[in-house]
């Protein structure tokens, strides 16, 4: 007899179930059947999976992992790819392997849950259960999103019909820019202008002129811009990002450079370049383009070492403030690595001091 309490809440989701043994499909569709899970898609041929899933969009997907031919830790990455920047999919593998090994591989290849063979029928309709209402908050995010981006969209454009209307001043245009900019990771409203600070800071000591120094200060909180483009559930997520997610994070410079490449002023000009290059290390390991050493803008080298160090120092959706002493092991930790060394030395020498005041 089915679980009352669990039919009571099953909503109309499509679920499908993946295993080279018909009977265990016949055997996981009747368990969620009888638990309120009406519409479920069995598969047998593993060939088939990839094309099922970009076809059906299943809310969930049970997965053996043992199958002959393509086994499921490959189809496992293979949907991953294929639905990478789509809403969040749980897929719960389905093994008699219980092996720490195999938990790894597949943690590692992007399972979300498990399930033991042979199955307990009321686990499976709860596992089931909690990956759906996961999905579930997840579509409600990236719809909270969508509507986050269009109010974003409304308000520029508002600013740019208030600006043909009225003489708004340069510095209200700048501070609305940079309003926008922080909008979606920076409850306090404070990162991008310690940012800009600690930039004019540094490019003063490093013997810049005036006029260099007034431009990195007004265009260095325009840096993350870019991540206006970036979805919260990924921005905001709390734990370490996947593969995958980290590779949508890394578009935001070029994101960023994309909306201020128009600009025709000096600030706007730099803003570019800096939102462009501020991810590049000095080893050319860096992001979006592999610059090093001097290829890398100056500009750019010194709102690196601004932005990582308030970064560390403040507390962020991922991780809590680091102290002082920590965030200044981290950044000699990347002296001529990640950063630019002279800068990264005149930046510990005279200005974290002033900064910690």
């Not at 093994?95 to 033991?116: K, S, W, Y």
């Not at 930039?199 to 007034?214: E, I, N, P, W």
């Not at 990002?241 to 994070?249: G, N, Q």
């Amino acid at each position: 007899m089915a679980d009352s309490s669990l039919d009571s809440m099953a909503p109309p989701s499509m679920i499908m179930v993946v295993d080279d043994e018909a009977a265990n499909v016949i055997l996981v569709a009747e368990i969620l059947r009888k638990h309120g899970f009406d519409n479920v898609k069995g598969i047998t041929n593993a060939n088939l999976v990839v094309n099922e899933v970009l076809e059906a969009k299943p809310d969930v997907i049970l997965l053996d992992i043992h199958m002959p031919g393509v086994d499921g830790l490959t189809i496992l990455r293979q949907v991953r790819i294929c639905t990478a920047g789509q809403a969040f999919l749980p897929i719960i593998v389905l093994t008699a392997d219980n092996t720490a090994q195999l938990r790894l591989d597949a943690l590692g290849a992007g399972a979300t849950d498990f399930i033991t063979k042979p199955f307990d029928a009321t686990e499976v309709a709860l596992r089931v259960r909690n990956c759906i209402e996961q999905r579930s908050l997840h579509l409600q995010l990236r719809s909270h999103n969508a509507i986050l981006e269009a109010r974003v969209r409304e308000r520029t454009a508002e600013l740019q019909k208030s600006y043909d209307k009225v003489d708004l001043t340069h510095r209200e245009v700048m501070e609305m820019l940079h309003l926008i900019s922080e909008y979606r990771d920076d409850e306090t409203h404070g990162h991008t202008l310690r940012v800009g600070h600690a930039a004019a800071m540094l490019a003063s000591a490093a013997g810049m002129d005036r006029q260099f120094v007034d431009l990195i200060r007004q265009a260095a909180p325009l840096h993350d811009i870019g991540k206006v483009g970036i979805a919260d559930i990924i921005l905001l997520k709390p734990g370490p990002l996947t593969k995958e997610e980290f590779a949508i994070i890394k578009d935001h410079p070029t994101m960023g450079a994309s909306v201020l490449e128009r600009g025709s002023s000096d600030i706007l000009k730099m803003a570019h370049t800096i939102a462009l290059t501020h991810h590049e290390r000095w080893n050319g390991t860096g992001y979006p383009e592999c610059m090093e050493a001097e290829q890398i803008p100056i500009e750019g080298r010194i709102v690196a070492i601004a932005d990582v160090f308030d970064a560390l120092t403040h507390a962020r959706p991922y991780k809590a403030a680091w102290s002082v002493d920590r965030a200044v092991a981290e950044m000699l930790d990347g002296r001529g690595s990640h950063f630019d060394p002279a800068l990264v030395d005149l930046f510990l020498e005279k200005i974290v001091d002033k900064l910690s005041d």
